[in-house]
């Protein structure tokens, strides 16, 4: 695909975020990875949605470097790129800073399978990563951040083409897919599921999580062969 297109496929994306309310003002992006080109297309940052143009969008090397366009890679770039050298199957983040996803983000918590509803979609819990220390942040942040969820699901086992998304603790949900729709579905759907796992607890205080027959009855006739 031209990168002409790619730019036009991101921005779209991000306008997504938008029309789907789970974003105001600056917060939040789309990225795509190019990877027989080794280019990395997202959001420029500090601008504001109502202001973009396709042609806005930053173009950088997997080094970071900006490559084309005029306006600096956003701030989570660095977040992105952690995840796309350690994640070699995604094509594509969503990051947004979604009410109830994100609430759930900061009380620490992972958003339970509680339903069918989350296991035609998610292959389980989506997870919350471990606090940032303080050597994480002093450090190259941004970076630290994508590598704490890449090892979040190393260490858990998780396969992110079963789960396509994660709560970065204390800061919001980052989900994937093959391609920038994918990506941005996910996100919808995650902050969907982050409601209803939270009236569920409201409801009951001893809440059921999805038996494991069901949940692979819901996502493997939906994601398995």
Request: aromatic residues 8%.
């Amino acid at each position: 695909m031209e990168l002409k297109q790619l730019k036009a496929l991101v921005y779209d994306a991000n306008l997504e975020l938008v029309r789907r309310n789970l974003v105001i003002y600056t917060w939040g992006n789309v990225s795509v990875i190019d990877r027989d080109r080794g280019l990395v297309i997202i959001k420029p940052r500090g601008i504001e949605y109502a202001a973009l143009e396709a042609e806005d969008m930053s173009v950088v090397d997997l080094e970071g470097r900006l490559v084309e366009g005029k306006l600096l890679p956003s701030v989570d770039l660095d977040i992105h790129l952690a995840m796309y050298r350690r994640f070699p199957t995604i094509g594509a983040i969503a990051h947004t800073h979604s009410t109830f996803a994100t609430a759930w983000a900061q009380a620490r918590r992972g958003i339970p399978v509680y339903g069918t509803t989350h296991g035609d979609h998610f292959y389980g819990d989506i997870p919350c990563t471990r606090s940032m220390s303080p050597r994480d942040v002093e450090g190259n942040y941004e970076a630290n951040i994508g590598d704490v969820v890449v090892d979040t699901f190393e260490s858990q086992g998780l396969d992110p083409m079963q789960v396509f998304g994660v709560l970065a603790a204390g800061h919001g949900p980052f989900t994937w897919g093959v391609t920038a729709a994918a990506a941005v579905e996910n996100s919808v759907i995650l902050e969907e599921l982050a409601k209803m796992a939270f009236l569920t607890e409201l409801l009951t205080d001893r809440p059921k999580k999805l038996e494991p027959f069901a949940l692979d009855k819901h996502f493997l006739r939906k994601h398995g062969p």
